[in-house]
């Protein structure tokens, strides 16, 4: 398995990784050339789910229009798989979860797959750039799919922007979602909120409270950033800063040298308190400031 920072080129040989990645048929069309492509058929049972498939949402009603589909044709167009990283006899579906799952709800015993050598990396790359392509994701699946990706890959938004044809700004946008609390991730998951809706909550503290709202009311996507703004607090102006006198900066001057740590004394003006700060930079430090406050 390619490690984290393996720096290859993100999106190399695409075209070849994509070669039997088409679009999965949604009607009783015939494209019986396309099955002549698949290297063999494979027993239902002996083929498994990408764990790392970034799709995790599959509708009763596009299933069931599929199965009826593969039910009358058949399976088009292969699933794109790899031999199990198991070891055993089994196959990872790469490409084409849907079509083996409606494929069960048909009954079918066996399908066609293409078998090709793919690594842990280019399995995620291709799946999530099928999805993306084929705008199959929701806003919440693609959110993780870019975060995925940039993880595994060690890419900036830029390399990302370029290997998938989307635009930075859109490819920010989405990573933002994944800041939202989770009820509100769930709602743009369940498709209650767009991700124009939700992009509008991100950062604030009540999002959970303005979802629901959102929700409740039917708001549009400018109404959501009105409500937002009417409940959003002007942030309070910095405090003026109070300049040290020349006594206090020796007194801190004298302390960071004695411990070997930054201090710095902060006297309320007017008053006779105040507070103390000690940066350590390290356990050995934490450790000396320790002894010495025990003494």
């Known amino acids: 398995m390619a490690g984290k920072n393996e720096r290859r080129g993100l999106g190399r040989g695409l075209s070849a990784l994509m070669a039997d990645v088409q679009p999965e048929e949604t009607t009783a069309v015939a494209a019986a050339p396309a099955e002549a492509r698949s290297d063999r058929k494979v ?4 083929l498994h789910a990408n764990p790392d498939q970034p799709r995790r949402t599959f509708t ?27 070891g055993d006899d ?12 409606a494929s069960q709800m048909a009954k079918l015993h066996e399908v066609p797959v293409v078998v090709r050598e793919f690594s842990d990396i280019e399995v995620l790359e291709v799946a999530i750039i099928e999805n993306v392509q084929r705008e ?9 799919g870019y975060r995925a990706l940039m993880d595994r890959f060690d890419r900036t938004q830029e390399e990302m922007s370029k290997a998938l044809s989307k635009s930075r700004s859109h490819i920010a946008n989405m990573l933002r979602l994944l800041n939202l609390p989770d009820d509100v991730q769930e709602y743009l998951r369940e498709g ?13 503290e009540n999002a959970s409270a303005l979802a629901m709202q959102v929700i409740g009311k039917g708001l549009s996507v400018r109404a959501t950033e009105a409500l937002v703004k009417s409940v959003s607090k002007p942030k309070a102006a910095p405090k003026a800063r ?22 710095a004394i902060d006297h309320k003006a007017g008053g006779e308190s105040g507070q103390v700060t000690i940066k350590y930079s390290n356990m050995m430090d934490l450790d000396k400031l320790c002894n010495l406050l025990s003494q």
């Open 60 to 86: 009763p009603e596009e299933l069931e229009s599929l199965s009826q589909s593969i039910a009358e044709k058949g399976v088009i167009q292969p699933l794109i798989v790899r031999k199990s990283p198991k």
């Open 90 to 101: 089994s196959y990872e579906i790469v490409a084409g979860e849907r079509r083996w799952r």
């Open 43 to 46: 027993p239902i049972e002996k």
């Open 136 to 144: 199959d994701l929701n806003p919440l699946e693609e959110s993780l």
């Open 242 to 263: 109070v300049e040290k006198d020349a006594d206090t900066k020796a007194l801190e001057g004298e302390l960071s040298a004695n411990t070997g740590m930054k201090i």
């Open 192 to 204: 209650k909120l767009s991700a124009g809706h939700a992009r509008t909550l991100v950062g604030q």
